[in-house]
T-cell receptor, first 113, second 116 residues
Framework: DGGITQSPKYLFRKEGQNVTLSCEQN?????MYWYRQDPGQGLRLIYY???????QKGDIAEGYSVSREKKESFPLTVTSAQKNPTAFYLC????????????FGQGTRLTVV | AQTVTQSQPEMSVQEAETVTLSCTYD???????LFWYKQPPSRQMILVIR??????QNATENRFSVNFQKAAKSFSLKISDSQLGDAAMYFC?????????????FGTGTRLKVLA
């Protein structure tokens, strides 16, 4: 089945450690996105990528890094510089068609203790 | 910059009744796409309905319809015959198509409660 897979579903890390969230898609979509979801703040864009080896900062990129070495994969690293990393993270992808919505993974809940 | 505003953090509706969720947006573009997503307790994002700004006709998907007012930059979602399974967070989204790139901008969401 085609879709977007995020792993793991739950992730616990100690404060000060970097952590990488995985996002893989087999929809052959060009664009991929990372959003952060906090209560009352909706979905905020962290990073996005239109093509392999290229990506752009979203509205809240500080403390995060990404790579896009393969079309299918867009991992997100939450670094120790991110002051409030505990959140729900959603990965999405979309083709270039204007009519098409973004497709989402199941999300990763990151808790930093 | 384009923005999407959902002014109702929470709404309640009686089962079988109708409810309308509000969304406004800001853009200088003349043609664009708007979307409503549903996020149930599983947290999986599900597309509910989409609307192209170029089309005057309001989109409809079964019990879900939109009231699209382009001049007012308003894109409200009407849910008819509400069911318990409609209880969820609902997000309005705008597809931003700046030159050479495109991304989706979301509102802060409305939590819908359905009362039995």
């Amino acid at each position: 089945d085609g879709g977007i897979t995020q792993s793991p579903k739950y992730l616990f890390r100690k404060e000060g450690q970097n952590v990488t969230l995985s996002c893989e898609q087999n929809l052959n979509h060009d664009a991929m996105y990372w959003y952060r979801q906090d209560p009352g703040q909706g979905l905020r864009l962290i990073y996005y990528s239109q093509i392999v080896n290229d990506f752009q900062k979203g509205d809240i990129a500080e403390g995060y890094s990404v790579s896009r070495e393969k079309k299918e994969s867009f991992p997100l690293t939450v670094t120790s510089a991110q002051k409030n990393p505990t959140a729900f993270y959603l990965c999405a992808s979309s083709p270039p068609d204007r009519v098409t919505e973004a497709f989402f993974g199941q999300g990763t809940r990151l808790t930093v203790v | 910059a384009q923005t999407v505003t959902q002014s109702q953090p929470e709404m309640s509706v009686q089962e079988a009744e109708t409810v309308t969720l509000s969304c406004t947006y800001d853009t200088s573009e003349s043609d664009y796409y708007l979307f409503w997503y549903k996020q149930p307790p599983s947290r999986q994002m599900i597309l509910v309905i989409r609307q192209e700004a170029y089309k005057q006709q309001n989109a409809t998907e079964n019990r879900f319809s939109v009231n699209f007012q382009k001049a007012a930059k308003s894109f409200s979602l009407k849910i008819s015959d509400s069911q318990l399974g409609d209880a969820a967070m609902y997000f309005c989204a705008y597809r931003d198509e700046s030159p050479g790139t495109y991304k989706y901008i979301f509102g802060t969401g409305t939590r819908l409660k359905v009362l039995a």
